[in-house]
Nanobody, 123 residues
């Protein structure tokens, strides 16, 4: 069993940067792939990025590629999403997820979820 908790969300101006984190509890976090999803009001939950259990491979949605960087530290049971060049359309609640297939962009295929952290980008 893995419990996830996001932190670090907030309000930032367009063009700015923000780093959000995911803290995991449970001994098996390091054996699970991890991902970030986001959900804007009135929209479906959207895949953002994923990283393999070892951290050796990453994958990004086209809308964030080149601007966002996913990483993890298995020794600390944490995962991060560094977001640069933020745009108003990046505004959403960001969720970390674990226990899915690497590259799966379907939210329902991921087993463990955090409660989400709000990221708001002002224009």
């Amino acid at each position: 069993q893995v419990q996830l908790a996001e932190s670090g969300g907030g309000l930032v101006q367009a063009g700015g940067s923000l780093r959000i984190s995911c803290a995991a509890s449970g001994r098996t976090f390091s054996s699970h792939n991890m991902a970030w999803f986001r959900q804007a009001p009135g929209k479906e939950r959207e895949y953002v990025a994923a990283i393999t259990w070892s951290g050796g491979n990453t994958n990004y949605a086209g809308s964030v590629k080149g601007r966002f960087t996913i990483s993890r530290d298995n020794a600390k049971n944490t995962g991060d999403l560094q977001m640069n060049s933020l745009k108003p359309e990046d505004t959403a609640v960001y969720y970390c997820a674990a226990g899915g297939s690497f590259g799966s962009v379907v939210a329902g295929r991921w087993r463990y979820w955090g409660q989400g952290t709000q990221v708001t980008v002002s224009s």
